[in-house]
T-cell receptor
Framework: NAGVTQTPKFQVLKTGQSMTLQCAQD?????MYWYRQDPGMGLRLIYY???????DKGEVPNGYNVSRLNKREFSLRLESAAPSQTSVYFC?????????????FGEGSRLTVL | AQSVTQLDSQVPVFEEAPVELRCNYS??????LFWYVQYPNQGLQLLLK??????LVESINGFEAEFNKSQTSFHLRKPSVHISDTAEYFC????????????FGSGTRLQVQP
């Protein structure tokens, strides 16, 4: 049972390049999330999708776009990467129906922007 | 809007000693509270949660946390830690209205020494 799968696990970009982080879950969850983790700042919500066909901004959405491609997949795109976007990115999912908050996380994608 | 404060960024402790990781939250509405654990190079995993009912909640590996509404706290405790408890611990809050996404604290790194 794979759970939440993120690709790639590691990526190095130059300033101004674009890339997409992919996330897929096989638990039939309705809600999906993208967080970034930075030292001393915990996890901050970038975007989330409460259900297929909807997306909403989180705390730190600037510089990012998302697509909820279908119920399984939720991608995060950086159109023009900046050094401030160097971080570890986590995708998570949640059943969503009652939403008592338990999130299931992927293993993370470590992005470095030079 | 809600927020979470974890006052201690690092907590060093000797094996078999007791430990308390502190968490305070602020919210204008009722909340659900969570502790997540992150082992090195992994995603976060749910450790325990408070939704309603008994204010003392326990995990399967000996941790417990007590919801204190008057002090707006949800401190995590363990009477005797093991080397394997070395990890980063995140407190999180979910309000039962508004944005249906967790807000995390900045994390506390628990370092258990032999």
């Amino acid at each position: 049972n794979a759970g939440v799968t993120q690709t790639p696990k590691f990526q190095v970009l130059k300033t101004g390049q674009s890339m997409t982080l992919q996330c897929a879950q096989d638990m039939n969850h309705n809600s999906m999330y993208w967080y970034r983790q930075d030292p001393g700042m915990g996890l901050r919500l970038i975007y989330y999708s409460a259900s297929e066909g909807t997306t909403d901004k989180g705390e730190v959405p600037n510089g990012y776009n998302v697509s909820r491609l279908n119920k399984r997949e939720f991608s995060l795109r950086l159109e023009s990467a900046a050094p401030s976007q160097t971080s570890v990115y986590f995708c998570a999912s949640n059943p969503g129906i009652s939403n008592t908050g338990e999130l299931f996380f992927g293993e993370g994608s470590r992005l470095t922007v030079l | 809007a809600q927020s979470v404060t974890q006052l201690d960024s690092q907590v060093p402790v000797f094996e078999e000693a007791p430990v308390e990781l502190r968490c305070n939250y602020s919210s204008s509405v009722s909340v659900y509270l969570f502790w997540y654990v992150q082992y090195p190079n992994q995603g976060l995993q749910l450790l325990l949660k408070y939704l309603s009912g008994s204010t003392l909640v326990e995990s399967i590996n000996g941790f417990e946390a007590e919801f204190n509404k008057s002090q707006t706290s949800f401190h995590l405790r363990k009477p005797s830690v093991h080397i394997s408890d070395t990890a980063e611990y995140f407190c999180a809050v979910l309000s039962n209205t508004g944005r249906r996404a967790l807000t995390f604290g900045s994390g506390t790194r628990l370092q258990v020494q032999p």
